[in-house]
């Protein structure tokens, strides 16, 4: 779940029952089911301050109100999620839903021995943007590679999860030559289309220019 905050309590008529009301949005909650079928939403429950009239009145004969404490609740709600489907799943699939775009970007290409560059795995597009796992490179060995720097610029509106995502890895070649990072491939579903895709990077190579 991703809270939307309510920065300010509007007033507005609308209708309930089919009875006019006053009302405000008090909570906003963006939901990313993690397994099919029926799934409850438990009650939202609140306590709130109601003024119940009196038989008494004040002395210009309007009705005195005294305050007491009410303990409403919204009532459950069921929310029916269906399977992905698992003909046509890649095998690289790792849970990403929505409609995103997939790059592999380096600092740069031609660098020194012992000299380090930064590789870029991104995926930014719309959907469940945290939920997934972005896929690794296969660097020769021969590179020193440290973990990742994980980054994430996400908003969440009303219509869902929004931005990007990826994992920034320093490198250190310290041998002279060439050396590539094949290509990545990444998978999704797109709930739209009902279809898995999959998005493949390019090629990128390293040339160490001088060094041992």
């Not at 021995?113 to 972005?134: C, D, R, T, W, Y």
């Not at 709930?191 to 160490?208: A, D, G, L």
Request: proline residues 8%.
């Amino acid at each position: 779940s991703q809270d939307i905050p309510v920065k300010r309590l509007e007033i507005k008529n609308g209708t309930y029952s089919g009875k006019p009301y006053r009302y405000v949005v008090l909570k906003r909650v963006i939901l990313y089911p993690q397994r099919a079928g029926n799934l409850e939403i438990e009650p939202l429950s609140l306590e709130v301050t109601v003024d119940v009239p009196t038989n008494r009145r004040d002395f210009f004969g309007g009705r005195i109100f005294t305050s007491t404490n009410k303990t409403v609740s919204a009532g459950r709600r069921t929310i029916t999620v269906k399977d992905l489907p698992s003909q046509g799943k890649p095998a690289n699939f790792s849970g990403a839903v929505g409609d995103f775009k997939f790059k592999v970007t380096t600092s740069k290409t031609n660098l020194n021995a012992s000299e380090s560059l930064q590789a870029k795995v991104e995926v930014s597009g719309k959907g469940n943007l945290k939920l997934f796992q972005l896929p690794e490179p296969n660097l020769p060995r021969s590179l020193e590679v440290y973990e990742p720097e994980f980054e994430e610029s996400v908003r969440t509106t009303l219509s869902g999860s929004q931005g990007k995502v990826s994992n920034n890895y320093t490198i250190v070649p310290s041998f002279k030559g060439k050396y590539p990072i094949p290509p990545i491939s990444f998978s999704y579903f797109n709930p739209k289309t009902e279809k898995y895709n999959t998005i493949s990077s390019k090629e990128i190579v390293m040339n160490v220019i001088s060094g041992p």
